[in-house]
């Protein structure tokens, strides 16, 4: 068990975490949350011995094997299936005793090293390795490359592979989805599940924390708060204590002002002299409560764009690739206004080379690219961090974007994405990656695109900007294709999915839970021998004729489906408009003389919003009557 007893942590005389006092349990399966900058990664390190707490006690197993993930990979010429395998540091503490044991004709100590080889499963090590490479992407021919042949992002996942491979008993994980794809992701959410160590895990992926964790760890004003349950179930329990904490608060200041009335009014009167100071002394008591913290919240939108042009950009019969290699045949896409796609497929198949194709930075090997009238792309993707100028600050980039804009107006708009005080005029160079990536999108939206490509746009980002990305998505006006690991902001952000696959660019009919089916259904084809008895091809017709029956079913519900969808989401922000009217319409100063023509559009803004309201919800209902009429999909 882990137990921290009144512990502080301090770093750079900056006080991280004080008087925490908490208990793990082996198996438990944490997600460790705060703001950045609140010592997530300095608990790691404390944890792995490379800090030492400034006060109070950590205790935990001394024999217990830690495994994390390595922050470097050097360029080594080993196989990567050798590299994954040193992970198991026991595995090739056994394997080097047994090669000298050998050579020395030491028969029992050959007995006894055999013994262990087959306690640890030594012998089947390959093969576990190889699953993992299998589960990250890696192909059967990666696994004999150099660990120098590949990339920084696939060194990323041989560290992390590594660090699976270890039978450890505490497994240490930070952001290890940030260079995976989706596919890569349900994988290891799926692997995690089954892991049987303590597991502790920061990550921003609210669908992935989800589906591993049971219990959070949440940093905040110097504090640790360990809530059981899920991520959601946090949420709601957080939710929950600041309302309450607020309550108390607002309960608290009202006693407090009472308090300091009464000692105004009494204080220098003979007659109320003692209760004036019995008052004071009860004010010093007091503890005073703090109002409810809520972490900084990011406020952006995206501007209108200023035309919209149908179709946006089409691509006509196109081969994309490079001189020796074609990856996409014959695609055939047509993008229009107000559509928000989401690509899938597996890392390689060429979603970013679709999106290179899209943003005109790659050149059709054959066929046509056909651009709207006053097409204007917004293109993010991780390499145009690169791009920032690193001894130029957030308000210089503005500037040299926009230079006709009045300086205080793009401080404003930097304030939505964090960029506050002094940190606007500070030079990139010390940047994080989120906060490079905050930037990028900030220069980005600011060019009113009536088209974005999103490549990974989550990458480095907190939760609490992932959910302004999200919300603001919702709300743009133009077309969107997205490349994205995270399922909350694809289930959130696009209406229809296209697939990846095989050289081809087609519609995928489904949501992301069919895509987790289809996945499931290619890995278990591929696992598969060629189809040799009847039975075989009896089962895979059974199952071809479910899946084109659900389909079926899933299509005859999808229009319904979406449609209610987009209903939901219009009624919550015009019941949140309203909510904000019916608050200022209730305030006396609304109807002063010289706020009369704020009252009439008010009073008018009132009347469109219920009749919206009412509409939409009549709507609502009609589409729920078609629906339940409509079979369910099993």
Not at 54 to 76: C, D, F, K, S, Y
Not at 421 to 428: L, Y
Request: aromatic share 6%; charged share 25%.
């Amino acid at each position: 068990m882990i137990q921290f007893k009144n512990l502080s942590l301090v770093r750079h005389v900056k006080i991280l975490i004080e008087q925490a006092s908490f208990q793990l349990h082996p198996g438990h399966k944490v997600g460790l949350t705060g703001a950045n900058g609140t010592g997530k990664s300095s608990l790691f390190a404390l944890l792995r011995g490379e800090l030492h707490a400034e006060v109070g006690n950590l205790e935990m197993p001394p024999n217990w094997v830690i495994a994390h993930v390595a922050q470097e990979t050097p360029a080594l010429v080993l196989p990567a299936l050798e590299f994954v395998l040193d992970g198991d540091v026991e595995l090739r503490e056994v394997e080097v005793a047994l090669i000298l044991a050998e050579t020395n004709h030491e028969g029992e100590k050959i007995a006894e090293l055999h013994h262990r080889l087959s306690d640890i499963e030594g012998y089947s090590a390959k093969a576990r390795a190889s699953a993992l490479l299998d589960g990250l992407g890696f192909t059967q021919t990666d696994l004999a490359r150099a660990v120098s042949d590949f990339s920084g992002g696939w060194r990323v996942r041989l560290n992390l592979a590594r660090a699976l491979m270890c039978r450890s008993d505490l497994l240490l994980l930070d952001e290890p989805t940030n260079h995976l794809d989706l596919d890569a992701v349900i994988w290891l959410e799926g692997w995690l599940r089954e892991y049987r160590g303590t597991l502790l895990l920061i990550s921003h992926d609210r669908d992935f924390l989800d589906a591993v964790i049971d219990n959070v760890l949440h940093i905040e004003q110097q504090r640790i708060t360990l809530y059981r349950g899920s991520y959601s179930d946090f949420e709601r329990q957080r939710a929950e204590k600041l309302a309450l904490q607020q309550a108390m608060y607002e309960k608290q200041q009202r006693k407090v002002a009472h308090l300091h009335s009464y000692i105004d009014r009494f204080r220098v009167q003979a007659t109320k002299a003692r209760q004036a100071q019995s008052r004071i002394k009860a004010l010093e008591r007091m503890e005073l409560i703090s109002a409810a913290h809520v972490d900084s919240q990011f406020n952006f939108e995206f501007r209108a764009p200023t035309s919209a042009p149908d179709p946006l950009l089409v691509l006509d019969e196109v081969n994309g690739g490079y001189a020796d290699k074609t990856i996409l045949n014959k695609v055939e896409l047509t993008i229009r206004p107000g559509e928000r796609i989401g690509l899938l497929g597996k890392n390689g198949a060429g979603k970013s080379t679709l999106i290179k194709l899209l943003a005109a930075e790659l050149k059709p090997l054959s066929g046509k690219r056909i651009e709207g009238k006053d097409l204007q792309i917004g293109y993010f993707a991780q390499h145009q961090l690169e791009q920032l100028r690193p001894y130029e600050s957030p308000l210089q980039h503005m500037l040299r974007l926009d230079p006709a804009t009045r300086e205080q107006e793009h401080l404003n708009y930097l304030g939505g994405f964090d960029f506050k005080g002094d940190m606007a005029r500070s030079t990139c160079e010390n940047f994080s990656g989120g906060e490079k990536s905050r930037l990028a999108l900030a220069l980005l939206i600011w060019t009113r695109p009536n088209l974005l490509l999103l490549d990974e746009p989550t990458n480095h980002l907190d939760l609490e900007m992932r959910h302004a990305l999200t919300l603001a998505l919702q709300d743009y006006q133009g077309g969107v294709i997205l490349v994205s690991h995270d399922r909350a902001l694809l289930r959130a952000s696009c209406d229809q999915f296209v697939l990846v696959v095989d050289g081809k660019v087609q519609a995928f009919d489904g949501d992301l839970e069919d895509y987790k089916l289809w996945l499931a259904s290619q890995k278990a084809e591929k696992a598969t021998p060629s189809p040799m008895l009847a039975s075989r091809a009896s089962a895979t017709n059974t199952y071809a004729q479910n899946k084109a029956e659900r389909q079926a079913r899933l299509v005859a519900r999808r229009p319904f489906l979406k449609e209610t969808e987009q209903i939901e989401k219009h009624l919550e922000k015009w019941q949140l408009e309203k909510t904000h009217l019916d608050t200022r319409a209730s305030e006396p100063s609304l109807y002063d003389v010289e706020n009369k023509a704020e009252l009439q559009s008010l009073l008018k803004r009132q009347i469109e919003l219920t009749c919206l309201i009412d509409e939409a919800e009549m709507r609502w209902l009609a589409l729920h009557e078609q629906l339940e009429g409509l079979p369910e999909v099993n």
